[in-house]
């Protein structure tokens, strides 16, 4: 009986990657789209049906080119990371609260930071093996940056965690079936979306690969399938920070269609904020995570840590 739910679970899982890599792929022709009407330009629209197959043309094209690698490079970290940092951000996924279990298990949240915590090595590994200083630099970067914003992550899911008195993501569905948290913690939801973008490198937080200032920075020595894999990672990332969003702000009823509407809406506000606001200074990054975003979590953090006790 036991090898049976196993392989049940095997195979669920499996699906579940290969509709997250699906998913990520026409998440990229969304961007595209949407970032050429935002220029006032239509975006990719001659493969297939209104560019409809562009992804898969995309990936058909990186993964045929020729693999290339530095000759200075320490091949097996340059040949491993983009596979390790790939393998990471879909190893995230498994902690989907479905109802009937799957992964789903009591202490997700650590599972979770635990997870991203790794993501960092990935980065710098990536452009420390490259033996390249725009690599290094942009590696560096990312680095300093990701750390940053980590704190002020933990610190909202640790509020959270004294708020539900649990770190498994099932019981956020139940707290929020009468009212969603996004309600009556709207500060702490700016914080986690403004964190979130800059966890996963996106613009106006992008400096490790800020294409003016380093090429494009960690990832400038890696082309064809290397490239393609940092990309997956990257997009994948995206799309669950999404779905964990809409778990501890919007009610988390993974049955109901609206669901993937609120998923699919906050994955467009990514897109959205890199159409529309410019790049920040790096110093002013730093500033805004440890002069800002780390007292304000701190202090909501005593806040219901006290109203926890106080009720």
């Known amino acids: 009986m036991l090898?049976?739910?196993?392989?049940?679970?095997i195979f669920v899982s499996?699906?579940?990657?290969?509709?997250?890599?699906?998913?990520v792929a026409f998440f990229t022709l969304l961007e595209r789209k949407v970032l050429g009407y935002i220029h006032l330009?239509?975006?990719?629209?001659?493969?297939?049906?209104?560019?409809?197959?562009?992804?898969?043309?995309?990936?058909i094209k990186l993964f045929c080119k020729e693999h290339i690698n530095p000759l200075v490079s320490n091949y097996l970290l340059y040949y491993m990371c983009p596979v390790f940092s790939l393998f990471l951000s879909l190893f995230?996924?498994?902690?989907?609260?479905?109802?009937?279990?799957?992964?789903?298990?009591?202490?997700?949240?650590?599972?979770?930071?635990?997870?991203?915590?790794?993501?960092?090595y990935t980065i710098m590994l990536a452009g420390w093996s490259s033996n390249s200083n725009y690599a290094l630099l942009g590696g560096l970067r990312a680095v300093?940056?990701?750390?940053?914003?980590?704190?002020?992550?933990?610190?909202?899911?640790?509020s959270f965690v004294f708020l539900i008195s649990s770190y498994s993501l099932l019981d956020f569905f139940y707290y929020q079936i009468g009212i969603w948290f996004l309600?009556?913690?709207?500060?702490?939801?700016n914080i986690w979306f403004?964190?979130?973008?800059?966890?996963?490198?996106?613009?106006?937080?992008?400096?490790?690969?800020g294409e003016s200032e380093l090429v494009s920075g960690f990832n400038v020595e890696y082309g064809s399938g290397g490239f393609a894999l940092i990309f997956l990672s990257e997009y994948?990332?995206?799309?669950?920070?999404?779905?964990?969003?809409?778990?501890?702000?919007?009610?988390?009823?993974?049955?109901?269609?609206?669901?993937?509407?609120?998923?699919?809406?906050?994955?467009?506000?990514?897109?959205?904020?890199?159409?529309?606001?410019?790049?920040?200074r790096y110093d002013k990054l730093m500033y805004l995570a440890w002069s800002s975003f780390l007292p304000v979590s701190l202090n909501f953090l005593m806040f219901y840590l006290g109203l926890k006790i106080f009720f």
């Open 92 to 120: 995230l996924w498994m902690l989907m609260p479905y109802m009937s279990g799957m992964f789903n298990f009591n202490l997700g949240l650590f599972f979770f930071l635990l997870c991203t915590s790794m993501g960092v």
């Open 194 to 209: 403004v964190s979130c973008l800059a966890e996963t490198n996106r613009s106006p937080f992008d400096f490790a690969e």
């Open 41 to 59: 330009r239509k975006g990719p629209n001659k493969v297939g049906f209104m560019g409809i197959l562009q992804p898969f043309s995309d990936a």
């Open 236 to 280: 994948s990332s995206i799309l669950f920070m999404s779905m964990l969003s809409c778990i501890i702000f919007m009610g988390s009823d993974l049955h109901s269609f609206l669901f993937y509407v609120k998923v699919l809406f906050i994955g467009f506000l990514y897109i959205w904020v890199r159409g529309t606001l410019p790049r920040y």
């Open 144 to 158: 300093a940056q990701t750390i940053s914003y980590e704190v002020s992550l933990a610190l909202i899911l640790l």
């Open 14 to 23: 499996v699906i579940l990657i290969i509709f997250v890599l699906v998913g």
């Open 3 to 9: 090898s049976n739910e196993f392989y049940v679970l």
């Open 183 to 189: 309600f009556f913690l709207f500060p702490l939801c």
